[in-house]
């Protein structure tokens, strides 16, 4: 073992741009610069697969560095979706900030086994990245210098690569990206999950569903909500009458009904009206119950 040493400077400048990119989508008043996207792009293309490299390969015999960037690139670009496959199977789905909140996360976790296997190898078989003999090794190319069969392909796809991310960013700044506005509108039974709702009563009786709502609307919202049994309007409380909603922000939030006439396979609507139409639903959900006469 080597002993302990300051940290890699290549590491530690994965580690910065990571730590950035997240200030500037956390912190609201960054969030919607160009600097987030600039810097959100190296977070999927190239940062995480540069952690994972650097990992795997901690000597300096292991990859050149031509290598090392071709193969960062692709290792992200193969990472990156399999986090978002992951995601999907849990409760935050894919969607921007859990998306970059686990790269963040893998990213740092692989650059920190990174640094504990290169701190673990003799000096002169550490791999260091040598940012002046690198600036030489590309002016040499540019100039013309004979170099063999793989640097010449690597070169060409390190290049490709770069135009590629770049070409990307581009489109991604200048080209207004029009986004999916929806709203989430959800009734869940008693147990908070979408089964076991109570569509039998007595008269009298009370039930209890889950009224859930997320804005997905990229502004805030003020809703309008009524619930109706067989076109007759039943009362509410006043924080689900009118609901202000911030955007990709959920509400969950009981109700207790209490239906007041009886019959069987009756209709019980939850209605849900937006802040420009007030007489049409923009979302409404509906039960058939049967209230039977008081024992």
């Known amino acids: 073992m080597a002993g302990n040493q300051k940290f890699p400077s290549d590491l530690l400048l994965v580690a910065g741009l990571v730590i950035l990119m997240d200030i500037f989508v956390l912190i609201p008043v960054l969030s919607g610069s160009i600097i987030r996207t600039a810097l959100g792009l ?32 692709a290792m992200s670009v193969s ?20 998306l970059i909140t686990s790269v963040s996360i893998f990213t740092l976790i692989v650059l920190t086994i990174a640094y504990v296997r290169r701190n673990y190898l003799p000096a002169d078989r550490k791999f260091d990245v040598p940012f002046r003999a690198l600036t030489l090794t590309l002016l040499l190319g540019i100039t013309g ?19 590629i991310l770049i070409g990307t960013g581009v489109y991604v700044i200048l080209v207004p990206q029009d986004k999916e506005t929806y ?32 804005n997905n609307e990229y502004r805030t919202m003020d809703y309008t909500m009524e619930v109706r049994l067989e076109n007759q309007s039943l009362p509410l409380p006043e924080n689900l009458q009118h609901i202000k909603l911030a955007n990709n922000k959920t509400l969950v939030e009981p109700l207790k009904i209490k239906p007041s006439v009886e019959g069987e ?31």
């Open 42 to 73: 190296p977070l999927i293309l190239f940062l995480p697969g540069y952690a994972l490299i650097a990992m795997l390969f901690p000597e300096k015999s292991g990859l050149e560095g031509m290598e090392r960037i071709a193969l960062s690139v």
């Open 265 to 295: 396979n009756m209709k019980l609507e939850f209605l849900l009206f937006n802040e420009t139409e007030k007489n049409i639903p923009y979302k409404d959900l509906h039960l058939w119950i049967n209230v039977g006469e008081e024992v």
């Open 79 to 98: 990472v990156v979706p399999l986090i978002g496959l992951a995601l999907n199977y849990t409760p935050w789905e894919i969607k921007e900030m859990p």
């Open 145 to 163: 210098k004979t170099e063999s069969k793989t640097e010449k392909n690597l070169r060409i796809i390190l290049i490709l690569s770069f135009l």
């Open 183 to 214: 709203t989430e509108f959800y009734v869940l039974g008693a147990n908070g999950t979408a089964n076991n709702y109570k569509t039998d009563y007595i008269q009298g009786e009370s039930g209890t569903y889950f009224i859930g709502i997320t």
